[in-house]
């Protein structure tokens, strides 16, 4: 992230409590995508709207859109299309005591082969990726988790274009609680993460900033791109970069196990004889329709992944915007929450930092442009998702230039720790920068211990 905060934005609480009104079934449909389900159509109950502990009034999405509708079941065996039989299987041979799977003869998997290697990782089974930016291995997803990510999203999403310039999908959920579950101690374990420190000039004075979560990222911005063999090459020439084109990063690529979230899908249909459908069928999985990658998903290519670890209630992040001038213009941003279950608050900014605009990213229309009063109360009263593991939000079009958004502190343990995603695409070397510098930092790198069950110092 950036490293402004924005908590200057807040806004003292609205004298009126009555609720917002979102658009009626009598309104001009929204245009939206077939496999978007919009939510515009509904008016928020006045139970939904509450008071905080500031007096600040909060609007509760979980009572506004229906988060308690059970998740597809994967207990059931999924029916292959004709042809789709154990002759396409791929190889396989068995699982071993921890439920991994084993690769079978004709494998063409590499499994890691100095004890140097073993040691950094729960599983030796699975295959490593390796990189001098790395500070040490990060493995492979174990087969049945990449597998259930090919299967998604397994729910359809829904469309909040409602307020002024909010134009936000939801995924409720986009992985299974399993895979969630699994997916997220996976990358707790296996990522290297920072404490990041730096200094920050506020109002003429210097103060030293200690980041209140742990953080790690990896990718390189549009104008650099990876080698397979992790060397940085420019886009445009193909030719090595200069030494000097990063002063501080060291880019780093996004390895498999969070590639897999953002790349992995596949189109089902009754011709298909993709192993992804052969390992569904071997892992009992229910598949979707149409299954697709994040970046399919979203219409959207990504070249960062930032991966936030919030392992207490302390843990959190400010009202924020990503909106940094290295993004696109309008960015859409996909963030993914795993594990503890946190609260995520957006409001509108205020009427002088907002940047109107009457059309969403999927060509809809507001109905009109938003009047002083309506950006005055959406930036007086926040929404509030409680972000369950394998939910999905995607912010896009005009979301990022006009809404805030935070993680705020909260009572105990914080659900047992967070993980949050987010998919991003950088444009210029100058974000490189920024997001080394603030994700990654100069300080030590953080690894989680299992036995312990908390962060610990790497050496």
């Known amino acids: 992230m950036s490293k402004r905060t ?12 009555s609720s917002i009104n979102k658009r009626t079934k009598r309104d001009p449909p929204n245009h939206s995508p077939a496999h978007v389900k919009s939510k515009s159509n509904h008016a928020v109950p006045k139970s939904s709207t509450k008071k905080n502990g500031n007096g600040i009034e909060v609007v509760d999405l979980d009572e506004v859109i ?5 998740s597809p079941s994967l207990s059931g065996s999924m029916v292959l299309p004709d042809g789709q039989g154990t002759d396409a299987a791929l190889p396989y041979a068995g699982e071993d005591e921890n439920g991994e799977v084993l690769p079978g003869e004709g494998s063409d998997v590499q499994h890691p082969g100095s004890a140097q290697d073993l040691r950094h990782t729960s599983n030796p089974q699975l295959p490593l990726d390796k990189h ?20 998604s999203p397994f729910k359809t999403p829904t469309a909040l274009t409602h307020l002024p310039h909010l134009d936000l999908l939801h995924y409720e959920p986009y992985l299974d609680a399993k895979t969630s579950r699994e997916y997220g101690e996976f990358l707790r374990r296996e990522l290297p993460f920072y404490r990041v420190e730096y200094k920050l000039t506020r109002f003429g004075k210097v103060a030293d900033i200690k980041t209140p979560r742990y953080t790690t990222v990896f990718g390189v911005d549009e104008t650099s791109r990876f080698t397979p063999d992790g060397g940085l090459v420019e886009t445009a020439s193909g030719r090595p970069i200069a030494k000097t084109k990063y002063k501080t990063a060291r880019p780093r690529p996004i390895p498999t196990c969070l590639d897999e979230l953002r790349k992995v899908g596949f189109m089902k249909n009754p011709s298909n004889r993709s192993p992804q459908l052969t390992l569904c069928r071997l892992f009992h999985l229910s598949c979707a329709p149409v299954a697709q990658s994040v970046e399919k998903a979203t219409g959207t290519t990504y070249n960062y992944a930032l991966v936030n670890y ?4 302390s843990d959190s992040i400010s009202y924020h915007s990503d909106d940094e001038h290295f993004l696109e213009r309008q960015p859409a941003i996909a963030s993914f929450s795993f594990l503890g279950v946190r609260d995520f608050l957006m409001k509108h900014k205020p009427i002088s930092g907002a940047k109107p605009t009457t059309t969403t990213t999927a060509g809809d229309t507001f109905p009109s442009e938003p009047t002083l009063s309506e950006i005055s109360k959406a930036a007086a009263t926040p929404l509030k998702f409680s972000l369950r593991p394998g939910t999905m939000i995607l912010m896009r079009g005009p979301t990022q230039s006009n809404w805030l958004h935070s993680i705020p502190k909260r009572a105990g343990d914080g659900g047992g720790g967070r993980i949050n995603i987010t998919f991003r695409r950088n444009m ?21 211990d299992e036995a312990r069950r908390e962060m610990r110092s790497y050496s």
Do not use: M, R
């Open 6 to 17: 924005l908590d200057s934005f807040l806004l003292p609480p609205p004298t009126s409590s």
């Open 310 to 313: 919030y392992s207490t209630g």
């Open 132 to 151: 001098p930016n790395y500070p040490f291995p990060i493995p492979h997803l174990p087969l049945h988790i990449t597998t259930s990510i090919s299967c």
């Open 428 to 448: 210029t070397p100058a974000g490189t920068e920024n997001y080394y510098k603030y994700n990654v930092g100069g300080g030590g790198v953080w690894k989680w």
């Open 66 to 70: 229906d988060l308690d509708t059970p």
